[in-house]
C-alpha cells in the first residue's frame, strides 16, 4: 500500500503535526486500513495508533504506526517502515517491521525468535566500540524539548567506527538486531517507534533500555545494542548525563 502512494509522491498531501513531525494522507490511510483489518479479525482487541489515538477494550492491543519514517517517505527515500506491535497483558507478544521499498519483512514472537524474510537473525558478535556502527536521530519533536542529543552524539561518535542517520527508529531496532549495525540510541521517542523493534532485537539476543538499562515502555530515552557494547556506551551516558546536571553543564 506504502508503495501505490511511492509512486505519486508529488501529489501526496503533507501536514504538520508540529514544527518538523509530518504527517501524509498516506500514513492515514495505511493506519485506517490496518485498525479496519483489525477490528474485523479481532472485534475486542485494543488498538494504540499513532494517527488515530487509543481504542481500550482486552488484554490483547496493537500498537501501530503506519509509515516509522515519514520524512524519509515524503522525500522519496527508502528507510521507512510499517511497525505493528501486539501486546499480550503488557508483554510484547508478537512484532512485524515492514520495509516496503527494501523487500524485508522483520518479524519476533516471545519466546520464538526472530527472523528477516524468513531467515533467522541474529545480533553482531562485535564487542568493541572502535569496531562498532550505531545508529541515532534527532526526534522531530526536538524544537518542543530542552534535552538535546547532541551531547550524546559529541562524545560517542568519536569512540565509534561509524554513525547512520536512516530516519527510522523501527528500522534502526530491526538493523541491530539482524547484526548490521552494533546499536542504536535517540531521546524523546514514542511507544509507536519502538514497540515492535524493541521485541525483535529481544528475540535476536539483544538488549535496550533507557541510558541506566532499565527497560521500559516509556520512551524518553532509548539505548539498544547488540548487548555486548551496552554496558560500555552505558557509562558514557552517564558521565554525559552527570556533566549536563551540573551548573553551566
Ligand atoms: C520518527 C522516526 C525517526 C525518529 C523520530 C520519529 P515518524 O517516526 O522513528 O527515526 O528520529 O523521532 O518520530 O514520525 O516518522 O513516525
Ligand atoms: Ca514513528
Ligand atoms: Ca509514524
Known sequence: MSLDYRSRLKTLEVSHKSRNDLVSEADVAIEKFLVEQIRQAYPGHAIRGEESGDVAGSEYCWIIDPIDGTTSFVHGQPYYSVSIAVEKAGAYALA????????????????????????????????????????????????????????????????????????????????????????????????????????????????????????????EEVLATNGLIHEQVMHLFASVTQKSNQPGG
Not at 118 to 134: K, N, Q, W, Y
Not at 182 to 204: M, N, P, R, T, Y
Open 96 to 219: 512485524a517491521v515492514n520495509a516496503p521499498a527494501m523487500g524485508e519483512l522483520y518479524e519476533a514472537q516471545a519466546g520464538g525468535g526472530a527472523r528477516l524474510n524468513d531467515e533467522p537473525i541474529h545480533v553482531s558478535a562485535t564487542a568493541e566500540l572502535s569496531d562498532s556502527v550505531m545508529a541515532t536521530g534527532f526526534a522531530c519533536i526536538r524544537f518542543d524539548q530542552t534535552r538535546n542529543n547532541l551531547a550524546y552524539f559529541n562524545a560517542l561518535v568519536p569512540r565509534l567506527r561509524d554513525v547512520r542517520r536512516y530516519g527510522s527508529a523501527a528500522l534502526d531496532l530491526c538493523y541491530t538486531a539482524c547484526g548490521r549495525m552494533e546499536g542504536f540510541w535517540e531521546l524523546h521517542l514514542k511507544i509507536f517507534d519502538v514497540a515492535a523493534g524493541f521485541l525483535i532485537l529481544s528475540e535476536a539476543g539483544g538488549r535496550w533500555g533507557d541510558f541506566a538499562g532499565t527497560p521500559r515502555g516509556v520512551c
